[in-house]
């Protein structure tokens, strides 16, 4: 099976060597997100709820150009600066799996791509 790349100008344009997301067969792999907006690319959010809100909003913007929703999301990767502020961020992400929610690492990481203070990666499956 060949490999696709998905660019969307929906969501942030890749700031490095890498795609917004590559699909495989019936996976999409979407690279980590991080707050930017999309038509700024500018740092959203001075606070975890706003900084997860933006960061589900590019995610939901790159699975939407492949015809997907949350809905198909099967693994979620969550990296985040402060894991204090896990509850905050949680709160915010579950409004977007509040059905049949993925499976989900979170992990504490010493730095994010610029200085952010969360960064989501997942995995979608359209038969899902």
């Known amino acids: 099976m060949p490999k696709k790349i998905i660019l969307t100008a929906a969501a942030p344009a890749p700031i490095g060597p890498y795609s917004q997301a590559v699909s495989v067969g019936d996976l999409v792999f979407l690279s980590g997100q991080i707050p930017l907006d999309p038509k700024t690319g500018e740092l959203v959010g001075d606070d975890i709820e706003t900084a997860t809100q933006r960061v589900l909003d590019n995610i939901r913007a790159v699975l939407e ?23 905050r ?40």
């Open 65 to 87: 150009s492949e015809g997907l929703a949350f809905r198909h999301v099967v693994k979620t990767t969550v990296f985040m600066q402060d894991l204090s502020l896990f509850p």
């Open 89 to 128: 961020m949680n709160t915010v992400y579950a409004t977007a799996f509040a059905e049949n929610p993925p499976a989900r690492s979170t992990v504490q990481a010493a730095a994010l791509p610029k200085g952010v203070s969360v960064e989501i990666e997942v995995i979608a499956s359209r038969q899902a």
